[in-house]
């Protein structure tokens, strides 16, 4: 039967898809905000193990149609036990169409171009990536462990192989001083990369805001207040002027849910941003 260690997450996309951990935990899991996985010693979940996983549910769940790969990354992996998850998966799920996993920029660091066209024609379909700012100071502060112009030259790669990517943007990660560099160097970034999805979360701190603004290394850093984070999304979406990319800010940390695609519902987007705040 199907296991997990917890804890699990998972995009809201992916709420009816079946979940498989191909790997346990995040290789990098040093970021600031997130503890998702600090009680997890990362590590490739076995080979046989996971064969295990993926048999049980063509056994008993052979209607699956969607899959996603946790934890935190398994992108990390090598090409060749990536080949072997996908074709395992299709081999026992025979009405798959769609297999997405969670990734890092630097998951591609790794891998090229031509190595991502085989996984895209094996069955990856899409993949998740934790943007989380444009702005290197951030970017730094937040330990994230590459810059705005690495993150660029990184993700072209699942564009150009063919597999769709979605990015993240974390509201508030800068707290005050930093809103305004924060919206719009993120907005700067996603044009860049230019993705077929892009999302604002909102920063949720589980330990509390003191232990990130010590890890954040800023004591003037705060939380924004609600008027302060509709302003840092209205300042992202505004700035941001691609075609094409289908927004969404639908996360349950959200405070207001809203979803469209730029250009096109741009302003009605701004105007249901502007309602909130003036609310």
């Not at 992996?77 to 798959?96: A, F, G, K, V």
């Not at 705005?148 to 072209?156: G, K, P, S, T, Y």
């Not at 993120?186 to 979360?201: E, G, N």
Request: net charge negative.
């Amino acid at each position: 039967m199907l296991s997990y260690e917890e804890p699990v997450i998972r995009p809201p996309a992916e709420a009816g898809s079946l979940i498989l951990q191909a790997t346990i935990g995040c290789s990098h899991n040093r970021c600031a905000f997130c503890v998702t996985y600090r009680q997890k010693q990362f590590r490739p979940r076995s080979r046989e193990d996971l064969f295990a996983q993926i048999d049980w549910a063509g056994d008993h769940m052979p209607e699956v149609r969607r899959v996603f790969l946790g934890d935190g990354d398994p992108l990390v992996l090598s090409t060749d036990r990536l080949h072997e998850i996908l074709d395992r998966l299709h081999d026992r799920l025979p009405q798959l169409r769609r297999v997405t996993a969670y990734a890092s920029a630097q998951n591609f660091e790794n891998k090229s171009v031509a190595e991502l066209e085989g996984l895209a024609k094996a069955g990856l379909t899409q993949v998740y990536v934790g943007l989380e700012s444009g702005c290197d100071e951030i970017l730094e502060r937040i330990d994230k462990g590459v810059t705005h112009e690495q993150m660029v030259e990184l993700c072209e790669k699942p564009t150009a192989a063919g597999i769709k990517l979605s990015t993240m943007i974390i509201l508030g990660l800068g707290g005050p001083r930093l809103s305004e560099r924060h919206a719009v160097d993120s907005a700067r970034l996603v044009d860049r990369i230019k993705p077929r999805f892009a999302s604002t979360l909102t920063l949720m701190l589980p330990p509390g805001a003191r232990s990130y603004r010590e890890a954040f290394g800023d004591p003037q850093w705060r939380p924004l207040d609600s008027s302060e984070e509709l302003t840092e999304l209205r300042r992202f979406v505004s700035s941001v002027e691609g075609n094409g990319i289908i927004f969404r800010s639908n996360h349950v940390s959200n405070i207001l849910a809203l979803e469209g695609v730029f250009q096109k519902s741009k302003q009605r987007m701004l105007a249901e941003i502007d309602q909130a705040i003036g609310e």
